[in-house]
């Protein structure tokens, strides 16, 4: 077990480089399946997320190998060799410390056209159905159930179709395009999700030789194709952790320069903070935005949506700098009911907010003092860590693993900031 120890009240300042998109990498990896052939991904962030995925892939047959880690950001290339591959099992021992095991069954399915895969594991965030993935399946002609935890898919043959996804799911979006890239005739998924990762997942499988063709929109058509081969990918920058550099930036009054990132992405972010009092401007022809938090901060409102609303994965980091932001916030988290257990925490430290249902009403205070606390999922640790970069004295995040998901050198990059924290080893 490890903690971050944390000594509040630097002003962070100088530059840092954003790795690649966590939430894109992690279904880029298991759709290399569907290649059969070597394929080259570039820019992948170096997290465990991305060492337990290249783990399964060589525990199902795939040859994995890392070149160039760039020391500055941790970023690495995998060359990605599935062709040995003839079948797709990844049971529980696989699949339980990660959501995105779930990507395999699409892939698997689209190949060889049947897959096994134990129920995904990830945070504790709130109830997370797969319903929408496996009625994607189904519309393409497979048959689906769940025995002892195992999902299990297969079909004869898919066959493309009209699908209509009953809610804007990320995830029953990827599934079923790595499932239909392959199918019979053509597949139109309505109602798709349109964050970021879905286009470059779209432009992979492109790259690969699919035809898919409306990524980013709410329809998304693709044409079949009877074979696809490799091909080589450089993942898009992460807008969640540019977004947790910003936000950082601004809880600790600082003049923080975020680079290699896609401004674009970040609007709904950049307008929030804007909202608060922080000068945020774009620096080097648009790869970087320079966030300057020179004035008091007041408290806005918060509503998290599917992009391009506010993201549900910056919720929480937010929640943390609404905490001492002159006034009353209140944040309304519309896609996972468990985002607030980060607030027991918060209020550990100070922070007077309180929570009905899916709102969270924040009241700003003047200062969080530091005190030791515990991270019960990935963005809430980013917020804890938010939290003692502004409160004064000494704070101990705790279950600090969970940091580890999905941030690339994350303490490394804040120190580089002038973040006074440090890493120490505990008894579990």
């Known amino acids: 077990m490890e903690k971050l120890i944390i000594k509040g009240g630097v002003k962070l300042k100088g530059q840092v480089d954003v790795s690649g998109f966590k939430n894109s990498a992690v279904a880029l990896i298991p759709a290399t399946v569907l290649a059969g052939a070597p394929c080259v991904i570039d820019n992948l962030p170096g997290i465990s997320d991305i060492k337990i995925l290249t783990q399964i892939l060589r525990d199902l047959g795939a040859t994995v190998t890392e070149n160039g880690l760039n020391p500055v950001n941790g970023s690495h290339s995998l060359h990605i060799d599935t062709t040995t591959m003839t079948e797709c099992y990844a049971d529980y021992d696989m699949a339980k410390n990660l959501r995105a095991s779930y990507y395999f069954l699409g892939a698997a399915l689209g190949r060889f056209k049947k897959a096994r895969v134990a129920y995904p594991g990830g945070c504790n965030i709130g109830v997370r159905p797969i319903d929408q993935h496996i009625k994607g399946f189904e519309a393409l002609g497979a048959t689906v159930s769940i025995e002892h ?5 297969e079909a004869e043959k898919l066959v493309g179709t009209e699908i209509y996804l009953d809610m804007v799911s990320v995830g029953a979006t990827i599934n079923v395009m790595l499932a239909a890239v392959m199918a019979e005739g053509r ?29 980013g929109t709410d329809v998304i058509r693709i044409n079949g194709v009877e074979k696809l081969g490799g091909c080589n990918h450089t993942v898009i920058p992460d807008q969640i952790e540019a977004g947790t550099y910003m936000i950082a930036a601004a809880a600790t009054g600082g003049d923080v320069v975020v680079n290699k990132v896609i401004p674009k992405h970040l609007e709904s972010v950049t307008a929030k903070l804007k909202e ?26 918060i509503k998290t949506l599917v992009y391009p609303g506010f993201p549900t994965d ?17 944040v309304t988290e519309t896609i996972f009911e468990g985002r607030f257990k980060h607030v027991d925490q918060l209020k550990k430290m100070g922070a007077n907010i309180k929570v009905e249902g899916r709102v969270a009403v924040i009241e700003g205070v003047d200062n969080l003092m530091g005190a030791t606390v515990t991270a019960t999922d990935l963005r809430a640790a980013a917020s804890l860590v ?5 409160a004064e004295g000494t704070t101990e995040v705790e279950n600090i693993h969970f940091l580890d998901r999905g941030y690339d050198l994350f303490q490394e990059k804040i120190q580089n900031l002038g973040a006074d924290v440090h890493r120490v080893t505990v008894e579990d």
């Open 149 to 153: 935890g195992i999902i299990s898919v």
């Open 187 to 215: 597949t139109v998924i309505e109602n798709a999700a349109k964050e970021p990762h879905i286009v470059d997942v779209a432009n992979f499988l492109n790259c690969m030789g699919a035809e898919i063709r409306g990524a």
């Open 276 to 301: 608060m009092g922080v000068e945020i401007t774009e620096e080097d022809e648009s790869l970087s935005v320079r966030v300057n938090a020179t004035k008091p901060l007041k408290n806005v409102n």
């Open 314 to 330: 910056l919720q929480q980091p937010m929640s943390a700098l609404l905490s001492v932001a002159k006034g009353i916030g209140i």
């Open 386 to 390: 938010i939290a003692g970069l502004m």
